[in-house]
């Protein structure tokens, strides 16, 4: 049972996985590793940035972007359409890493979630305290 100090003071996790969708593809994809890649929709029509990699917000392309603007931005950049099936298969094995960790799993995206880390569930040391100078 927690006592009155784990009530008071909760340890709360925030993962937010910066170019999800792109790293799977430059994972499953060899020939896209290094290179500037988004995945979302087509320059040609309304298309919107979901996720650049790395490589491709060294240009200044970021989500929510029009397809349109990052390609003036990069013209070399690749385009590749959503897998959504893999990156939910990715983030499903994600979670279960997590949930060695923590069963307080909040998901809020495939690429996003909170653990509440406050019960040390595998019985590790207690994090380090980083001391202000």
Same mark, same amino acid.
């Not at 040609?44 to 970021?62: D, L, P």
């Not at 990069?74 to 499903?92: L, N």
């Given at each position: 049972? !927690?006592?009155?100090?784990?009530? =008071?003071? *909760? =340890? ?7 170019? @999800?969708?792109? %790293?799977?593809?430059? *994972? ?6 290094? /290179?500037? #890649?988004?995945?979302?929709? %087509? ?11 790395? !490589?491709?917000? /060294? @240009? ?6 029009? %397809? ?15 897998? @959504?099936?893999?990156? =939910? !298969?990715?983030?499903? /094995? ?5 949930? *060695?960790?923590?069963?307080? #799993? !909040? ?21 380090? =305290?980083?001391? %202000?100078?």
């Amino acid at each position: 049972m !927690e006592n009155e100090l784990n009530k =008071k003071h *909760r =340890k709360i996790i925030h993962i937010d996985m910066d170019a @999800f969708y792109a %790293s799977i593809e430059q *994972r499953d994809n060899p020939e896209y590793r290094g /290179k500037p #890649v988004i995945v979302g929709g %087509s320059p040609e029509g309304r298309g919107v940035v979901a996720t650049a990699s790395y !490589e491709a917000r /060294k @240009f200044g392309i970021h989500s929510a972007m029009s %397809s349109k603007r990052a390609l003036q931005l990069c013209p070399e950049v690749i385009f590749i359409r959503p897998r @959504f099936d893999v990156y =939910k !298969e990715v983030s499903v /094995k994600l979670r279960e890493i997590f949930r *060695r960790y923590t069963d307080l #799993v !909040e998901p809020l995206s495939l690429d996003e979630a909170y653990l509440d880390v406050s019960y040390d569930k595998q019985i590790l040391a207690q994090p380090l =305290k980083l001391r %202000s100078k």
